[in-house]
């Protein structure tokens, strides 16, 4: 099976873009990726494009405004961990040899899409009746509070890291740094969960060239390979024995830990799914990042910030950046990347080796469908 | 590159089920396959599913039904390509050898999704000011008629020999036979294209159980094998030199012919996208069926009607079996699996042993976003 390597990558500014079309956003990202991979764009061989709620043929809508056309452009889904999927087809592809460049692209325009409310009921009986996303992260956050001794400040403490990491990165959504009070004292939106625990829709886009080790001259200093990317569905936590295991997840880590031959112990950086506070909790452990039952303390403690032991969503998270929701996979292998090569500016974890990418979700009219995807990229030593 | 076998498929009835969800649909279609193939669900190590306008998550929503959960499930979208581009990742997870047995699903649920009218603008300027599907289709027709001398009468005869293969498909969403003053003589919908030569939405699923030879102990008397599956995107043909030349086609037919070492003089039976009558003209050239030109006398003079040189489109094609866009890409290749191991009854080819399944199309809000997929099958001498 052939190396891959990550050979550029880019991505827009993350939040409301309300004058942009969803065609203009993924442009940009494509632009930068190529621009980062010193290419053009007629040596992409095919394209896998990552997005949930565009309309249909949203990658060919994008990649005619730079003229790319002519090879095999596929659009992927798979809720919130869509842009991550996207990648793995890519990979696929390469290591079968049907092509050598290939660019990943996720992107969504969510502004102005909920006009009229989101439709829960449509085809979710528990779900008009209330139990919706924000809903089932609160009983699972609960749950994790009775079982495990986590606390609200605990909780709070992964909004103030992931808010203090992504005031560093331009990119983000957010750039102010709430305090555990702050974070406590936002309105509620679904009790223990406050507004500050909760990502913001976001437009934006991101992308990543994937190539054949040696099929492009490398420009980075540093090579950045896809070792593993594993994709896993389920049914929603809601139908688990313990809603605060994460299993979706749990399996998809354990199978890209196999296929890397590497360990939870081996990982330097994470990009973790934290569309709630309490998802980064039952997710660090579910990834074996820390021990069952200790995610709250881990982010509370310090470890999982900047100069702790394991740095956990160096970005800012989606906590900051905001989800949109086909780019968010992709966006998290952007940052690892520039993570890997050195490149993080004012949010460099020291010398990591070894990235974790991790996204999970459901979609709005199909809550009980889960889909987890986990990639490991590894940098020079 | 390991061998691919389709050990089963199944397939709804296409048509108007205004009281069944995608869901039902989707699950129906999977039964059936899984029972041709004699295996339970459990035997699957992925499915990827091809759905247009479901709203997100379909393969889930439609797994989770059967008991199928906690494998990669991941949804495709390719315009009117959607199905046959499921196939054609499901190829590659097995030639990479990251699967074994890989369930292709093809589902769509369009009754009742229309009830506003479909809204061509958003997107498109072209299309909200008048050059919609038929409209293109309809340019296309004329073009080929000032071209080529292709006539009326040969343009209906595509309907009425697809509407009489149709009759003897009881999937098929129309059963009677029109004649060609009964396709001349309906309501013009874009001249010269009438109602009779435009196919109508529909409701359906269909699927099909790819393995690794090998993998699953056959039943089918007869194997049938994946030899190449081949995906191009490109833009509308109304951005081409020459609208009637199906360029995208072209490349894509090119490619597959290339992957499988065979010819379009080998091919002995073909499902051709026909959403309307010009649609096969266009078509049947375009991969190299018929001369150049042709394609308006290669249906007239019966030589691709069930007992001439090639037949084309012997389950009806989309004219009769309506067109449910996910799933139309699977359907083709359970007729061809049906007609390659002798299975197909009243509109079996005489002993075929290659066959040809081709999509294209662009989406409604993208018209200039096409893409289009060959794959070629090929039963036992």
């Not at 997005?51 to 798979?78: F, H, K």
């Not at 889960?370 to 590894?378: D, G, M, N």
């Amino acid at each position: 099976v052939r190396d891959i390597e990550i050979a550029g990558v880019g991505m827009t500014a993350f939040g409301k873009h309300e004058d942009r079309t969803l065609e203009s956003l993924g442009a940009e990202a494509v632009r930068a990726a190529l621009a980062d991979a010193g290419i053009d764009g007629d040596r992409l061989d095919a394209a896998y494009v990552g997005n949930v709620l565009g309309g249909g043929q949203a990658g060919s809508r994008v990649l005619v405004l730079e003229g790319i056309t002519g090879i095999p452009i596929l659009n992927v889904e798979a809720a919130c961990a869509t842009g991550s999927a996207a990648l793995r087809e890519a990979m696929h592809a390469i290591q079968l040899g049907v092509a050598d460049v290939v660019l990943v692209l996720g992107v969504e325009k969510l502004t102005g899409l909920f006009q009229g409310g989101i439709d829960l009921g449509r085809t979710d009986r528990e779900s008009a009746l209330g139990l919706t996303v924000p809903a089932t992260y609160a009983l699972t956050a609960s749950r994790h509070m009775a079982q495990h001794g986590t606390t609200a400040e605990q909780l709070a403490a992964v909004t103030v890291k992931n808010r203090r990491h992504g005031s560093r990165n331009p990119r983000a959504m957010f750039i102010d740094t709430p305090g555990i009070d702050d974070v406590l004292g936002s309105p509620a939106i679904a009790d223990p969960l406050t507004l500050l625990q909760c990502c913001p829709n976001a437009d934006g886009a991101a992308a990543a060239v994937l190539t054949a080790t040696g099929a492009v001259k490398r420009r980075s200093r540093r090579a950045v390979r896809v070792l593993a990317s594993e994709l896993v569905s389920g049914t929603s936590s809601r139908r688990q024995v313990d809603i605060t295991r994460g299993d979706v997840s749990r399996r998809a880590a354990a199978r890209a830990y196999a296929a890397a031959h590497i360990g939870p112990e081996d990982i330097d950086v994470a990009e973790v799914h934290d569309p709630f506070s309490i998802g980064e909790v039952v997710s660090t452990e579910a990834l074996g990042l820390c021990p069952r039952g200790q995610g709250g303390d881990f982010a509370a403690s310090g470890a999982s910030a900047l100069g702790g032991r394991l740095p956990v969503n160096p970005s800012g998270g989606l906590l900051s950046k905001g989800h949109p929701l086909g780019a968010t996979g992709v966006a998290q292998v952007a940052e690892l990347t520039w993570q890997l090569r050195g490149e993080a500016g004012g949010r460099q974890v020291h010398a990591p080796r070894y990235g974790l990418a991790h996204t999970v979700g459901g979609g709005v009219a199909a809550l009980d469908a889960v889909a987890s995807v986990v990639t490991i990229l590894a940098g020079e030593a």
